[in-house]
T-cell receptor, first 112, second 110 residues
Framework: KQEVTQIPAALSVPEGENLVLNCSFT??????LQWFRQDPGKGLTSLLL?????REQTSGRLNASLDKSSGRSTLYIAASQPGDSATYLC???????????FGRGTSLIVHP | NAGVTQTPKFQVLKTGQSMTLQCAQD?????MYWYRQDPGMGLRLIYY???????DKGEVPNGYNVSRLNKREFSLRLESAAPSQTSVYFC?????????FGQGTRLTVV
């Protein structure tokens, strides 16, 4: 069974710091990796999708990378802001019968 | 762009009552999923449907049933609700590369 681990589980930082959130998985076969954001009491907002043929994706201050050989994805948040406070979830998926598998998430607080 | 639509958004049930959570997608996806999210437990798979006419149990299926009515719709039924089923429920569908999620149903069983 595929295991998806997110480290750290929680993070509290001052505004302006550059952050790295980690997502690791046990099976390094061909997968796509999605990053989501979830605000308290809200749904899942898709941030970035890295397909298995790609190494990274960027959206604004967010950059996500995928290293299949080491079974790891990182989400880099540049110049963090209080509005970035949320839980960040990674999701491993691919086509066919594979069931999308979530990590437990990283709870981020950015304080002014 | 509707994507994945879940109804209702909120529901309060009394113990023993039944209800059906509805999910529909308009992206012509074969695969659909129901997850529940609980504090400290992450998102766990309840049931899934790899294609129209098929359904399979996930990690936490007890107390639930599902129906894949057609390619668009995948419903989750609680026959006799219990307080342990208080949770947030998410429906999802998947294409070759990406999963798409509904906005969630917040269910409270009292």
């Amino acid at each position: 069974k595929q295991e998806v681990t997110q480290i750290p589980a929680a993070l509290s930082v001052p505004e302006g710091e550059n952050l790295v959130l980690n997502c690791s998985f046990t099976d390094s076969a061909i997968y796509n990796l999605q990053w989501f954001r979830q605000d308290p009491g809200k749904g899942l907002t898709s941030l970035l999708l890295i397909q298995s043929s790609q190494r990274e994706q960027t959206s604004g201050r967010l950059n996500a990378s995928l290293d299949k050989s080491s079974g790891r994805s990182t989400l880099y948040i540049a110049a963090s802001q209080p509005g970035d406070s949320a839980t960040y979830l990674c999701l491993l998926t691919r086509g066919g019968s594979y069931i999308p598998t979530f990590g437990r998430g990283t709870s981020l607080i950015v304080h002014p | 762009n509707a994507g994945v639509t879940q109804t209702p958004k909120f529901q309060v049930l009394k113990t023993g009552q039944s209800m059906t959570l509805q999910c529909a997608q308009d992206m012509n996806h074969n695969s659909m999923y129901w997850y529940r999210q609980d504090p400290g437990m992450g998102l766990r798979l309840i049931y899934y449907s790899a294609s129209e006419g098929t359904t399979d149990k996930g990690e936490v299926p007890n107390g639930y049933n599902v129906s894949r009515l057609n390619k668009r719709e995948f419903s989750l039924r609680l026959e006799s609700a219990a307080p342990s089923q208080t949770s947030v429920y998410f429906c999802a569908s998947k294409d070759l590369a990406e999963a798409f999620f509904g906005q969630g149903t917040r269910l409270t069983v009292v």
